[in-house]
């Protein structure tokens, strides 16, 4: 089975700081996701990556950056978090249209 | 511009009724779709999905009907579980063009099935 492990499961930051959310897949694929999922807003797309070093905003980018060094790892970063980023952040990984495997979540609180 | 409809936020079931999730999509590129579920804390798990060339699809309790046409989807649980309980997704996807690998996904119909 695919497995997509996202490094922390809660968080808690301070307003300001840079934040970094890990996400690794084990099964080679070529592309990967972070969404952000709020109450009555359902899954929203931050960035994505279908390669290496390759990256694409999504439809909510602003106030986020990617790094995607290694095929098996994408990174999420908020450069100055913010209480708006209070969210369970997902991270999907996927090879072509087989649809995607998802991390257990991260729950940022920013405060 | 939503592409992907769930217009039911929420829906509450007996335990061993059916439970109708309703899906409706405007981009008629899609061609490939999928229902995912969502526990509390958790990631979404794949529940079933459906081809454009097919119109039904079961699994066990779980089955996805595609009406072309009508560009809408459905997804019965039958009979309903407590354990059933959870957030549902519906997701799309179009399997030429730009962006041919990503999901576009509905915003959720939270299921609470009622013992």
């Known amino acids: 089975d695919v497995k997509v492990t996202q490094s922390s499961r809660y968080l808690v930051k301070r307003t300001g700081e840079k934040v970094f959310l890990e996400c690794v897949q084990d099964m080679d694929h070529e592309n990967m996701f972070w969404y952000r999922q709020d109450p009555g807003l359902g899954l929203r797309l931050i960035y994505f990556?279908?390669?290496?070093?390759?990256?694409e905003k999504g439809d909510i980018p602003e106030g986020y950056s990617v790094s995607r060094e290694k095929k098996e790892r994408f990174s999420l970063i908020l450069e100055s978090a913010s209480t708006n980023q209070t969210s369970m952040y997902l991270c999907?990984?996927?090879?072509?249209?087989?649809?995607?495997?998802f991390g257990s979540g991260t729950r940022l609180t920013v405060v | 511009d939503q592409q992907v409809k769930q217009n039911s936020p929420s829906l509450s079931v007996q335990e061993g009724r059916i439970s109708i999730l309703n899906c409706d999509y405007t981009?008629?590129?899609?061609?490939?779709f999928l229902w995912y579920k969502k526990y509390p804390a958790e990631g979404p798990t794949f529940l079933i999905s459906i081809s454009s060339i097919k119109d039904k699809n079961e699994d066990g309790r779980f089955t996805v009907f595609l009406n072309k046409s009508a560009k809408h989807l459905s997804l019965h649980i039958v009979p309903s579980q407590p354990g059933d309980s959870a957030v549902y997704f519906c997701a799309a996807s179009a399997s030429s063009g730009a962006g041919s690998y990503q999901l576009t996904f509905g915003k959720g119909t939270k299921l609470s099935v009622i013992p």
């Open positions: 981009n008629s590129m899609f061609d490939y």
């Open positions: 990556s279908y390669d290496v070093k390759m990256k």
């Open positions: 999907a990984s996927s090879r072509d249209i087989e649809g995607y495997t």
